[in-house]
């Protein structure tokens, strides 16, 4: 689905990923790898094909829009290190002429030498001159920004009391803030604000509701 945001145009796509045409960007929220990794070490069972189906996703992604340049909103990988850190690093491996550049999530904890990667780069925030790229929603800026963490849902009521709640795309004034990519990442269901406008995912389409 297209849409502009701060004069520049979008594509919403159904993978709960943001991709910039003009500059060749694909930005993304939240994959939280290596949660599944820390799931089990923890007791809770896993099947363990869902610890590769986000870097399948992701790299379907990349061979489908080719992009210049990766932003991941923060919370790339979900806790302390563990052996899903590698299928990251060989992904990078096979894309090392496109430039990676995490903005830090609260769940970004790894030690630096993990992340010195030839093509990966790690910060606090990232600006351009129309938008600010934060892990974190961000209130009173000037620019627009694009965040993630909150992993947004919306949950819809049928004439019947049945309940079904999807992931959106949620545009307020000012700012969107992206649904999270990760499969095991859960969903934050937001209230309902008549001024705001929300997209949601649901069986391979996006759906606008104001």
Request: proline letters at 4%.
């Amino acid at each position: 689905m297209q849409l502009t945001l701060a004069g520049i145009p979008f594509i919403l796509l159904v993978e709960k990923a943001l991709w910039r045409p003009d500059t060749n960007q694909l930005i993304i929220a939240d994959i939280h790898l290596g949660k599944a990794s820390h799931f089990r070490k923890a007791g809770i069972s896993i099947p363990a094909d869902s610890v590769l189906e986000d870097m399948r996703k992701l790299d379907a992604l990349m061979k489908k829009y080719r992009p210049e340049e990766v932003i991941l909103l923060g919370d790339l990988f979900h806790s302390s290190y563990n052996r899903e850190w590698h299928l990251f690093e060989a992904f990078l491996e096979s894309f090392n002429n496109i430039r990676f550049i995490l903005v830090k999530g609260n769940h970004d904890i790894l030690k630096k030498n993990r992340y010195a990667l030839p093509n990966f780069e790690v910060i606090d925030t990232w600006e351009d001159d129309v938008f600010i790229y934060s892990h974190e929603p961000m209130e009173h800026t000037i620019k627009f920004v694009l965040s993630g963490h909150i992993h947004p849902g919306v949950t819809l009521t049928g004439k019947g009391r049945q309940r079904l709640s999807l992931p959106c795309f949620h545009i307020s004034k000012n700012q969107m803030v992206l649904p999270a990519f990760g499969k095991l990442t859960g969903l934050y269901i937001l209230e309902k604000n008549k001024s705001d406008t929300y997209y949601l995912v649901y069986n391979e389409m996006i759906t606008e509701m104001k």
